[in-house]
């Protein structure tokens, strides 16, 4: 098995890539991210090359952009620059204050974990949210793995080692398992086919309020 940073750092080195956006964040535009102010705290977490940090910036926001993978903030900084960043494991916690973000995205970025750190994680997104604060979270669909080709299955049937990492899948029943309705506010929920990799990729999409 690999590290998740060694994955990420080769799956990185590809000359190609750069930052490109789906549009998934629009329907957020409005209620949530417009009205965010340059004091209120932004997070990319899981960022990548940039694909929602670039879409943030080219309106008007100044979000920080974490990932684990120093070669992805590399690359991201070489198209946004000026953005603030940060290399973290977010399975070691998160750098923020309790209650000091106000919109945290997590698209494709918090489905490696077995359970017990999924949970933990969870419990630090929680933690660092806003009262009136929104996440903003992408998962892979329990409909994707068929697409993954050779997976090999654990005694978790819900996560799989694929490309030498492991992999967590979501039916809804799972996301609410982990995304708790005591906890959670759901504002929106949706599976759906993505088309922004060269496959296209089953997910769910969901958009919470923490209820404090």
Same mark, same amino acid.
């Given at each position: 098995?690999?590290?998740?940073?060694?994955?990420?750092?080769?799956?990185?080195?590809?000359?190609?890539?750069?930052?490109?956006?789906?549009?998934?964040?629009?329907?957020?535009?409005?209620?949530?991210?417009? *009205?965010?102010?340059?004091?209120?705290?932004?997070?990319?977490?899981?960022?990548?090359?940039?694909?929602?940090?670039?879409?943030?910036?080219?309106?008007?926001?100044?979000?920080?952009?974490?990932?684990?993978?120093?070669?992805?903030?590399?690359?991201?900084?070489?198209?946004?620059?000026?953005?603030?960043?940060?290399?973290?494991?977010?399975?070691?916690?998160?750098?923020?204050?309790?209650?000091?973000?106000?919109?945290?995205?997590?698209?494709?970025?918090?489905?490696?974990?077995?359970?017990? *750190? *999924?949970?933990?994680?969870?419990?630090?997104?929680?933690?660092?949210?806003?009262?009136?604060?929104?996440?903003?979270?992408?998962?892979?669909?329990?409909?994707?793995?068929?697409?993954?080709?050779?997976?090999?299955?654990?005694?978790?049937?819900?996560?799989?080692?694929?490309?030498?990492?492991?992999?967590?899948?979501?039916?809804?029943?799972?996301?609410?398992?982990?995304?708790?309705?005591?906890?959670?506010?759901?504002?929106?929920?949706?599976?759906?086919?993505?088309?922004?990799? *060269?496959?296209?990729?089953?997910?769910?999409?969901?958009?919470?309020?923490?209820?404090?």
């Amino acid at each position: 098995m690999k590290s998740l940073e060694q994955y990420w750092n080769e799956s990185y080195q590809r000359p190609d890539l750069k930052p490109t956006f789906d549009n998934w964040l629009d329907k957020y535009w409005q209620t949530h991210l417009s *009205t965010a102010s340059n004091e209120d705290l932004i997070v990319d977490l899981g960022c990548g090359v940039g694909n929602n940090a670039k879409y943030l910036v080219e309106h008007g926001l100044s979000p920080i952009a974490c990932d684990i993978s120093e070669v992805a903030i590399r690359t991201l900084k070489t198209f946004l620059p000026d953005i603030q960043t940060l290399c973290l494991d977010m399975a070691e916690g998160l750098p923020f204050q309790k209650d000091s973000v106000q919109v945290l995205i997590a698209d494709l970025s918090i489905h490696y974990f077995d359970e017990t *750190t *999924t949970h933990e994680v969870i419990r630090d997104l929680y933690n660092v949210l806003k009262t009136d604060g929104i996440l903003l979270c992408r998962l892979n669909s329990t409909n994707e793995i068929s697409n993954k080709g050779n997976v090999i299955p654990t005694i978790d049937r819900y996560l799989m080692e694929s490309e030498g990492i492991y992999r967590r899948f979501f039916d809804r029943e799972e996301i609410e398992r982990f995304f708790d309705k005591e906890m959670w506010t759901y504002l929106h929920i949706e599976e759906y086919e993505m088309d922004r990799y *060269t496959n296209k990729k089953m997910l769910w999409e969901i958009a919470l309020k923490a209820r404090k």
